[in-house]
């Protein structure tokens, strides 16, 4: 019987040690942390994975608060650019809780969380976007793009609220989706128009300076080109000249008379042609010459 009575014994204090155990500690798993209560009034957060203890209820309450990652996505929200155009925008925030103590006292829930973001995204999304044109968003001119320009703005515009308000963590802020309404489409597909036209236009511009360098290129080689023609062409004919005067110097230094008589017969050639009549004198140029030669 006593050792009946000593199992027991040893049961229900078993029990008892482990209803106050269930009842003052407190685990705290990774990637959470817990948010002690005392009477409804926070006293400590426990942030370090382990075991933790507490008083039991209802003198002390353990919250526990998801400490991870987590991503939300907006609704799609119209709302218009600085140059007047409406645009359909979706973003998408990466969070996570960095303050549990105000994450408690401004959300209460995990749930609520999201409702604060949404409304805190779509003000500085109106905000921001009212900021910058449609180019800056849509384009077919990388240089006009300013996306990620906008997200950091997004990103400054809502970070220092949701850690303040809410004890949030916004790490990063993401542009999901843009559409246009029915009533924008023409205009945006005209403004792609015109900055194609704006590339097509400066393409010729640049091609035809390049055309015109060439052809400038050209000219001048090809009036150096001509000039060396012209210079060798001179030197050739004075080379020419100087030999058949100094032929002509030679044929007169070996027969003077007979010089002379080709000079006269190539001077009547010059002066006459097939048509021409002349009626000459014998004693005169050239047949002076034949007479006057001494025959054998």
Not at 112 to 133: R, Y
Not at 192 to 198: F, L
Request: aromatic share 6%; charged share 25%; glycine share 6%.
């Amino acid at each position: 019987m006593s050792m009946q009575r000593w199992l027991r014994a040893a049961l229900g204090i078993g029990a008892l040690l482990a209803m106050v155990l269930s009842a003052t500690a407190v685990v705290v798993r990774e990637g959470t942390a817990v948010l002690i209560t005392r009477f409804g009034e926070p006293t400590r957060t426990a942030t370090t994975a382990g075991l933790h203890w507490k008083f039991p209820w209802p003198i002390d309450e353990a919250i526990t608060v998801d400490m991870r990652r987590r991503v939300y996505e907006t609704g799609q929200t119209e709302m218009l650019t600085h140059d007047k155009k409406n645009v359909i925008a979706r973003t998408f925030v990466i969070w996570r809780v960095d303050d549990p103590l105000a994450f408690v006292q401004a959300v209460g829930v995990d749930r609520g969380a999201e409702g604060k973001l949404d409304g805190l995204l779509t003000n500085a999304a109106i905000s921001t976007l009212g900021g910058h044109d449609l180019s800056a968003l849509v384009s077919t001119n990388p240089q006009n793009l300013q996306v990620g320009r906008i997200e950091t703005e997004l990103l400054a515009a809502t970070a220092p609220l949701a850690a303040t308000s809410y004890g949030v963590r916004i790490e990063q802020v993401r542009i999901q989706r843009l559409a246009l309404p029915a009533d924008n489409v023409a205009a945006v597909f005209d403004q792609m128009r015109a900055e194609r036209r704006q590339f097509a236009a400066r393409f010729e511009a640049e091609g035809a300076l390049a055309a015109g360098r060439i052809r400038s290129e050209a000219d001048l080689r090809a009036a150096r080109i001509r000039a060396r023609g012209a210079e060798e062409t001179a030197r050739i004919k004075g080379e020419t000249a100087a030999q058949v005067a100094r032929t002509y110097a030679d044929a007169h230094k070996l027969d003077p008379e007979l010089y002379r008589f080709t000079r006269s017969l190539e001077s009547l050639v010059k002066m006459t042609n097939g048509q021409t009549s002349m009626i000459l004198r014998t004693d005169a140029e050239p047949f002076s010459f034949l007479q006057s030669r001494d025959r054998p």
